[in-house]
């Protein structure tokens, strides 16, 4: 049966991004594609960030900029945003230039995209706190709409 996904349902967005994390690790349990699993590894910050956003009122807008996302994570529990700008900072950059020809990539680093990796697991439990149970339900239909 189709998951039915929402764009403005909080637990799909943690849904996808929990999703992302399952392939990520296979890849780099592998050491396979580092320039591929740094920028989904950023594209996952991103949609655990619009999760949280969204479950504190946020209203969705289309864009995939991870300093813009933390600002208004800022705006809204800048405790978290804080705490996160290290992890912004390291990824934001790498979500653009390790996905298109034109820029200069790095040697891939594997023990530095683990320790990303970790933090970004944290950013998911926390995620998971913070965004009600009943929006992660499997049919992606969540009974109170963020």
């Known amino acids: 049966m189709p998951r039915e996904t929402d764009s ?32 989904k590894l950023a594209e996952v910050t991103e949609k655990l960030l619009k999760a949280v956003l969204l479950q504190l009122g946020w ?3 289309k ?3 991870l300093q813009r996302l933390n600002d208004d994570l800022r705006l809204r529990d800048a405790d978290l945003a804080g705490q996160l700008d290290d992890l912004v900072e390291a990824l ?9 020809p034109g820029f200069d990539l790095e040697d891939p680093d594997w023990p530095e995209l683990r320790e990303l990796m970790a933090r970004v697991d944290q950013l998911t439990e926390w995620v ?3 965004v009600e149970p009943e929006t992660t339900e499997p049919t992606g239909r969540s009974a109170r709409r963020v």
């Open 59 to 61: 209203r969705l807008a």
């Open 92 to 100: 934001a950059e790498r979500y653009f230039t390790d996905r298109y």
């Open 8 to 39: 403005g349902n909080a637990g799909d967005w943690l849904w996808l991004a929990q999703d992302d994390l399952r392939g990520l690790r296979v890849l780099v349990e592998q050491e396979t594609s580092y320039h591929l699993c740094i920028s």
């Open 128 to 130: 998971r706190e913070i």
């Open 63 to 65: 864009i995939h900029d």
